[in-house]
Each structure stands twice: as structure tokens, then as C-alpha cells.
């Protein structure tokens, strides 16, 4: 068996002004399955570490809510 992917998160080369930003996330809505695009106006070690406390945040509360009895 295969691991799922359910997200992915971009990270651009270099900062993009917010009016050329609408070109890109609009491509990324286009592709299959995409859920949702949410451009981030911050550093990115501030945003990776979000990402990783919730991933782990989530990770936690599916593991409490899968063993309840």
C-alpha cells in the first residue's frame, strides 16, 4: 500500500507582489482536486513552523479521537 498525499505547500523563490500573485493562485485552483489556495504574507520559517504545528496538532487529535472506546 501507498501513502496519501492530501497537501502540498509551495514555497516561491523569490517574494511576488500581491497584484501578479493572482495569475498563480489562480492556476493552482485550476488543477484537479485543489481544495483551496491561501497565499501567506509572512517569513517562511514563520510559516513552516505553523504548518508543522498544525500537522502535528491534527496528527494528535486523530490519533486521541481513533483510539476512543
Avoid: C, Q
Wanted: hydrophobic content about 45%.
Amino acid at each position: 500500500m501507498s501513502d496519501r498525499i492530501n497537501a502540498f505547500v509551495v514555497i516561491l523563490n523569490e517574494s511576488v507582489r500581491e497584484d501578479e500573485v493572482n495569475a498563480i493562485t489562480t492556476a493552482l485552483k485550476m488543477i484537479k482536486g485543489v481544495y483551496t489556495v491561501t497565499p501567506h504574507v509572512e517569513s517562511i520559517e514563520d510559516l513552516m513552523a505553523e504548518i508543522k504545528a498544525n500537522n502535528t496538532a491534527k496528527s494528535k487529535l486523530l490519533d486521541i479521537v481513533s483510539n476512543w472506546k
